[in-house]
């Protein structure tokens, strides 16, 4: 919570504005004050009809044996126990409020470049004029000035060490890139962007051209992180999904086959349209997920009930998300949301217990058989059991989850 990062995060302006989440433990706590208020109202009268000697007694064991402070520290206990153990599994939480939301999810989007897929694996293939050595320099100069995994992966591709300067660089959001390098323009992009002339090609295509001369393209192979089929296949039991991808819609079988039939798949997707579509699953009353890698989805990450961002490094700081998480950990994804249900049901059931507590004690408070001292000893017992509830609780699912202790690998 310290953490100068997390300050940050938390600013007003990173904040959601129009979307602001009441926990459910601040809408009960009304009602139990309420009720304390007119437990101890009612008693005092009666004790002024009956026996005026007793209503101090009463009225103070009352405020004492009631004192919200296990309620307190059931909620805000348990949340920062769940939030360490995300922590521990590179799972990074804007704050506590966030838990409640991932609870309530009941729809998952997922962006398909640079989540569904990794940037650090593509197979590319180049076709067109032969390159030499200045030209790949060049290309590679322009490609690594973007933050769009196909340009990450091109440069990477070319793998030229020493990078040229790039003058007057510009990106076309959802068409391409360009740049001068040495005193030549460099355009990286889509054919139309390339050339001005419509001519829509099959599969993930980048089509390069110097001094607005088409040089050939290269070809991606998208390459689906190795444990996407084994979430989706456990997720899609339990929650609706959709895919939104930029790019066209070559690789539609291939996520037919890996998603599912009933998985709504939608292509050619400019940023406005991934806002629009999460806009459009809430007025239709679901809670949406966003899971995307924070660049091109950061207008649909902050619209969403939870937006998550996958990270290759999680020290890259994503305010418009409401969670960061290592892209390796994308594998654990139900169980971060088994646990996140859990704290709820962990929360309720010591309020149960203590509200049980609470009932014992007015009971005898009431009649005046309690004293103030006898009270004040028994409620920090009733606080200290729930802190271990509540512990012993989240570390036992926690660790059922195999969450409790950090992998190997993260």
């Given at each position: 919570t310290q953490s100068y990062l997390t300050k940050l995060w938390n600013r007003d302006e990173m904040k959601k504005k129009g979307n602001e989440k009441v926990s459910f433990v601040h809408l009960l706590s009304r009602y139990f004050t309420l009720i304390v208020l007119i437990i101890a109202g009612s008693t005092a009268v009666y004790w002024q009809i009956n026996d005026p000697s007793k209503i101090w007694p009463a009225v103070t064991?009352?405020?004492?044996?009631?004192?919200?402070?296990?309620?307190?520290l059931a909620n805000s206990f348990t949340n920062g126990n769940i939030l360490s153990i995300l922590s521990r599994n590179h799972f990074y939480l804007r704050n506590a409020q966030i838990i409640e939301e991932m609870a309530k999810t009941t729809h998952i989007v997922f962006d398909k470049t640079g989540t569904l897929t990794t940037p650090r694996k593509q197979d590319i293939v180049y076709e067109g004029r032969g390159l030499n050595t200045e030209q790949e320099?060049?290309?590679a100069a322009v490609a690594g000035c973007t933050s769009h995994p196909l340009g990450k992966a091109l440069a990477g591709f070319l793998d030229k060490p020493g990078r040229l300067t790039v003058e007057e660089f510009?990106?076309?959001?959802?068409?391409?890139?360009k740049g001068i390098v040495k005193g030549n323009v460099i355009k990286l992009g889509r054919y139309e962007y390339i050339t001005g002339i419509k001519n829509p090609h099959p599969g993930t295509v980048v089509f390069a051209s110097i001094n607005n001369k088409l040089l050939g393209s290269f070809h991606f192979s998208n390459h689906y992180r190795e444990e996407i089929p084994e979430l989706v296949s456990t997720l899609k039991n339990k929650f609706r999904i959709s895919v939104l991808s930029g790019d066209n819609s070559s690789e539609r079988e291939t996520l037919k086959k890996m998603m599912g039939r009933d998985t709504a798949l939608l292509f050619h997707q400019k940023p406005e349209d991934k806002l629009n579509y999460i806009k459009y699953l809430q007025q239709q009353g679901e809670k949406v997920m966003m899971i995307g890698d924070g660049l091109n989805d950061a207008g649909a990450l902050k619209q969403s009930d939870t937006g998550i961002a996958v990270s290759e490094q999680v020290n890259n700081f994503t305010p418009g998300s409401d969670a960061i998480i290592e892209a390796n950990q994308l594998s654990r994804l139900y169980q971060f949301i088994r646990l996140t249900r859990a704290n709820r049901h962990i929360v309720i059931a010591s309020f149960i217990l203590s509200i049980l507590y609470n009932i014992i004690g007015l009971y005898f408070a009431v009649q005046g058989?309690?004293?103030?001292?006898i009270a004040a000893i028994l409620m920090p017992s009733s606080s200290l059991s729930i802190?271990?509830?509540?512990?012993g609780s989240s570390n036992l699912l926690a660790g059922k989850l195999g969450l409790l202790h950090r992998n190997k690998q993260a």
């Open positions: 064991a009352i405020f004492i044996i009631a004192c919200p402070c296990a309620l307190l320099e060049q290309i510009r990106e076309t959001t959802g068409e391409g890139i058989t309690l004293s103030p001292l802190l271990l509830i509540t512990f």
